[in-house]
């Protein structure tokens, strides 16, 4: 039975409008949106339909709010971040992605809860990966920074004898934010042979 036509006789107009809308594909929070009401007391409203119904919107809100998660998790948001662009609650998206962990574990996961967990799991790794990366660059940074401070060659003479600019051989030996270009190193290198050891294709 549909949530409209499980709504009593007396139900007044405004409950049967929103479970109309609800039908017709509207969130809690874009009914709620048009009658001045919280995401909670659209849902007590449908609620009232009676138990099964319920589940049925439930379910249903479920499946808009994972496949509105699914792409923003793979473009590397975060909950937070999901949430604010889906206008929805923390507490409403963590209970998305627990119910879809558990049925996608329990082998009885619809497609778009699979997709779900998939994607979170994919952008958990990027974030890694990603993290692995900073820290690798932290590291390469100090060791350039090391090398020049070891060659014994003043800043100047360094910049002058490689065409590298002092500006960023000034940068480089106080450990820059970020990597410089390979040519950039490779012209340090014929001066200071130890940053040929950096694993940076400079052999």
Known sequence: MST???????????????????????????????????RERVRQILMKAGEPAYYQALSAERRRLAEGAGPLFRARMTRAQVASRLAVSMNDLHGCIVHARRV???????????????????????RAERRRELLQSSSIMQTIADQISASGYP????????????????????????????????????????????DLSLA
């Open 4 to 38: 409209l036509a499980a709504l009593s006789p007396d139900s007044t107009t405004r409950d049967r409008e929103i479970a109309r809308l609800y039908e017709g594909g509207f969130s809690y929070a874009e009914i709620g949106r048009r009658f001045d009401l919280t």
């Open 104 to 126: 996608v574990e329990e082998g009885r996961g619809e497609p778009w809860e699979c997709e779900l967990v998939a994607a979170i799991g994919e952008g958990r790794r990027e």
């Open 155 to 198: 800043l100047r003479a360094i910049a002058d004898l490689t065409g590298v600019s002092y500006a960023t051989v000034a940068e480089l030996s106080h450990g820059a934010k970020y990597l410089p270009r390979p040519s950039t190193l490779e012209r340090l290198a014929t001066l200071i042979p130890g940053l040929r050891r950096l």
